[in-house]
């Protein structure tokens, strides 16, 4: 990871000259551009078209708002991989305000904030990691005092694009759970005049993160994104299609528990719980820090983290989904999410009917703004687990 | 001369969301106050779960020590159900728990906490020969020369002609308090940014047994990673020298970069020896089981307690005597604000009576934080790096009184000098060298397993429910980078009946107690701390970050007993 002060990008340079100046060479850059458009899941014709457009790129503001959160999404962002021009596109940008890493604090961090607002209208990517709790006026997170969701709706106003990075700010996350006692919902239930991209994750790989920002400034738009706001470019592929151990599924070799010989050999860990079945996510595919392993990888079954109420509707962990052979890789998420909440929840979750339900309804829009279970809309008890 | 009234919010190089309130008067500060500013209420989810999941839930506290709560959860449900895992899993723990210490620490030295020491644009007229000849005096490290300085300078200087500062805009550049000459300046700028290089490759380690960092997975019995070296899909030949040479890396870095220059920057601010001490009393509950984690005595790090800075005397630990109290918070008990609650008992609903927002001061309210106020034997009481070091080096741990020593030689001052802002930095960077080491010890001891024919990373006899008790109720103990960590489980017919959690910076954030009795950051401010200009409240960040608050894990609580679970309501 690279910050400007090491590379400076003046205002007045393209990336192509900035680079040049840098001593990145031109080979580099097109190879760069090369596996940015296989990570897109674009035609190999089109790496000349990203190399001309993010030549062309002036050097982007971007303000970055911390939330109600863990800060693992930042961390996950800090642990991004490809050396050199990956980072530098996420890093060299004229990052105005982030909680973690800025030297300012106190009142002049947030003069910092609203000095680039007021500069940058209209022109700037806005980033946002964590949720916004609207329980008791929204006292739960507050930053210099006012809440998060004021903060949001003051920073999303003139954003050109807004990326929701990690499954609180995609959906509210663990405490949205239920019942959701701050009241916490995802970015794109407050901001609803502009499109919102959902890098889902509990975190996201940090590498999808970068990738979307390239198809922003190369495309001059947000990449196509699926029934949930996720890019199709990381999110089209279900865990399971993709799955290195999918062979052992298909031939019916199981770990049937931890340790056990199966295990020892790398079998399919379904029937020890694994949710990549019934989860589209690139960590069998990008795979994670730097593509030294991944969950699956390790040993331990999917959790399912980059679906809404995966809290609620993949656990308990450790139970097993139902039957879900039949699915190939032509299905993508839209088509098939629908009959996958419907088996989640008769199979792992008999317990959580009612969340389960209120999912399937909302999987059948087209582009569901999901309502969490907030204090207002729920009472009386028990949605289980009893 | 007036009193001054000053506000610092946000905190910023943290982790999570901090607010301090303070009064100072002719450049002292006289009274202190620390504000939590985010409450998730997980608690609620918590009940009624399975619990071999908690790991998961209670990971999500914290993204940055990603590993501390998961372990902790592990070790809670493995008491209540009295579960050893097998020595390779405790190994492997011990292994993926010293890398995110070491990891983390050097994050915050060079990313949360450096800038508060270091003048970047300072840094702007030193000659690289001169950083050259400080670096080499310091270490072997490679990069120790005078073109990779002037690159550093060079592009530095670039960087600051354009105007736009980005993460250095509104920082406290020229301010009176910042010492080092510009050779060390340009040192630190340089190293800062090849620490964050370094951190993502040596957290690998994580990825390797866990499968992903940040939240890497665990697994209640033991580690999911079986251990076969005779297959591609398992911890074999090559993912053990993949591990081994991040260790060694881990090691070079701590070694040659960070302890040189921790002690270097040091060297140059030595009067903050003697400022920030604050409450005097130190826990620490131990980490790093040789054995099983029962085996207290074949911890790495020891447990104890310190009273009154009295290093004669280090007092056993005994869970009992802890107590959560929200006199101060904003949160109700059934029997009153004046009840304290042990973990067993804990009850977590929150009730916010502050003003409405947007705040301009909170001093003056009773209860001004989402922080509760733990006490130890109705004691607040430091936990971290100095309350850890300061227990070994009390209780004769042989390394830690040697890399104590060598670092009060080094700066020339007598143990007292620990009770202080710089004493926490020291601390830090010191057992950061200590575990560093360690991971070969704890690689070594796996590999003469393996080599043993012990391949067994879980144990699974009381995997199933039905193998359980009707009741059961555990204790999980932690000490995490920031500090000592407790996880309380009570389970009753498969499921989690109440789950309490104790977390470093809930002891060092704590605010007020009924006798109001201030908490370690406030107390810390009010000893003998300086702050020369309250419009730039640098000397503040300088205390408050030499504790590495995590705020997210401070207000965790996840007790299972605050509200009654809720219907979905079908629509």
Known sequence: MYFPQSHPWTPEDSLGTYLERRGVTRRDFLT??????????????????????????????????????????????????????????????????????????GHQAEAALQSSLAKNKGEYLLVVTG??????????????????????????????????????????????????????????????????????????????????????????RVPELDYDGRPLFAYGARIHDQCPRRANFDAGQFVEAFDDEAARRGWCLYHVGCKGPATFSPCPIFQWNSGTSWPIGAGHPCLGCTERHFWDTMTPFYGRLPDVAGFGVERYADTIGLALAVGATAGVAAHAIATGVHQVRQRGKALPVIETPSKKETGGTGDGHD | MATTKIVVDPITRIEGHLRIEAQAENGRITNAWATSTQFRGIETIMKGRDPRDAWAFTQRICGVCTVVHAVASCRAVEDALDIRIPPNANLIRNLIHGMQFVQDHVIHFYHLHALDWVDVVSALSADPAATAKLAQSLSPWPNNSATYFGEVKDRLKTFVGTGQLGIFTNGYWGHPAYKLPPAANLMAVAHYLEALDWQRDVIRLHTVFGGKNPHPNFLVGGMASAINLDDTATINAERLTNIHAMITRAQRFVEQVYWPDLMAVASFYKEWAAIGGGTGNYLAVGEFPENDVRDIGSLYLPRGIIMGKDLAHVRPYDQELVKEYINSSWYEYTDGDAAGLHPWQGETKAKYDGPPTPWTYLQGNKKYSWMKAPRYDGKPMEVGPLARALVAFASGH??????????????????????????RVAARGAETVLLSRRLSHWYDALVARIKGGDVRTHDGTKWEPETWPAKAQGYGYLDAPRGALGHWVQIENGKIARYQCVVPSTWNCSPRDAQGVPGPYEAALMDHHPLANPEQPLEILRTIHSFDPCMACGVHVLDATGREVVQVKVQ
């Open chain 1, 131 to 220: 949720s916004v709790p609207l329980n008791d006026g929204g006292i739960y997170t507050t930053v210099g005092g006012r809440t998060a969701k004021t903060i949001l709706e003051e920073a999303a106003k003139d954003a050109k694009a807004v990326i929701a990075v990690g499954a609180c700010a995609h959906w509210g996350n663990i405490q949205a759970s239920r019942p959701n006692p701050t009241g916490a919902v995802g970015v794109s239930d407050i901001v609803k005049d502009k499109p919102v991209v959902n890098i889902a994750g509990c975190p996201p790989i940090g590498d999808v993160v970068t990738a979307t920002i390239v198809h922003f400034l190369t495309f001059g």
């Open chain 2, 398 to 423: 042989e390394d830690m009184r040697a890399i104590v020593k060598e670092a009060l030689d080094r700066l020339q001052v007598g143990p007292a000098a620990l009770f202080s802002t710089l004493g």
């Open chain 1, 32 to 105: 760069y551009c090369a596996q940015m458009t296989a990570i897109l899941g674009l035609a190999d014709t089109m790496a000349p078209r990203v190399a001309h457009a993010l030549a062309a790129v002036k050097r982007p503001t971007v303000i970055w708002l911390s939330l109600q959160e863990c800060t693992g999404c930042v961390e996950s962002v800090l642990r991004t991989g490809e050396p050199t021009i990956g980072d530098l596109l996420l890093d060299v940008v004229s990052l105005d305000y982030q909680h973690n890493i800025m030297a300012a604090a």
